[in-house]
């Protein structure tokens, strides 16, 4: 007696097949975030940033690789948004705030509402259904911490000085301003992916250099970081058709 088949309609296609590995790749950002998390643990912060930067660089490219796939029309069973929510908080949020709550920024009774204040405020941006702006942008700080607690450590700084970055970064989660989305921004494009891959190639250097690099490189790592952080905020001269 012939075994009756699963009717064709119910067989992974190939496009299925693509697709989950899709989200498969996009999950793998969630194992980097545990051996970030492990190597804060270890008190190797170098390392930390290493992992925090491979989570980062499957984060930038697997929002394209799926929408060249169709991800969303082709499985919808799988949600591709609530999965880069989740590893994004993991690698953005929860490891930074460790590194902040343990890594000695600051005196421990600063650190832990630090931390806490990091974990709250992320919690809840990740919630806001408008994060995003129509035009790409993000709308208020958009809570990546990975980035600032790299510069913590990256920089000399006073831990009352971190505390009060910290706590203004988190009050701006809910402000009405705008940051730059460095994939998916029009404005500026070239220019602006550019200066990402700068970005990347001096703070690769710097973990590199166990977060002690040259001069040049702090500088210009700080000069990109700030033109992300105001490009938002300059009004586009560009008027709408």
Same mark, same amino acid.
């Given at each position: ?18 697709? /989950? ?152 989660? /809910? ?40 001069? /040049? ?10 033109? /992300? ?13």
């Amino acid at each position: 007696m012939a075994v009756s088949a699963k009717p064709f309609a119910e067989r992974p296609t190939r496009q299925q097949t693509l697709a /989950f590995a899709v989200h498969v790749f996009t999950a793998t950002g969630a194992v980097l975030g545990l051996l970030a998390l492990i190597a804060a643990v270890e008190g190797n912060w170098a390392l930390m940033f290493a992992w925090l930067g491979a989570a980062l660089f499957v984060d930038g490219i697997d929002g394209s690789i799926a929408r060249k796939v169709r991800v969303v029309e082709v499985l919808p069973r799988w949600s591709g948004e609530t999965l880069d929510l989740v590893v994004d908080y993991l690698t953005y949020v929860l490891v930074p705030a460790f590194a902040v709550a343990t890594g000695g920024l600051m005196p421990t009774w600063l650190a832990v509402p630090a931390s806490a204040a990091i974990l709250l405020t992320s919690a809840l941006y990740f919630a806001d259904t408008n994060m995003k702006t129509e035009d790409k942008y993000f709308q208020g700080f958009p809570a990546v911490w990975n980035l600032v607690v790299f510069y913590f450590f990256l920089l000399p700084m006073n831990g009352y000085v971190i505390a009060a970055l910290i706590a203004f970064l988190s009050a701006a989660t /809910f402000l009405p301003i705008k940051f730059v989305h460095p994939f998916r921004v029009v404005r500026g494009r070239l220019l602006t992916i550019g200066l990402l891959a700068l970005w990347a190639l001096l703070a690769a250097t710097a973990v590199i250099e166990r977060l002690a690099p040259p001069t /040049f490189v702090s500088v210009g790592l700080c000069l990109v970081g700030l033109y /992300f952080l105001l490009f938002g905020l300059v009004p586009s001269r560009r008027r709408a058709s």
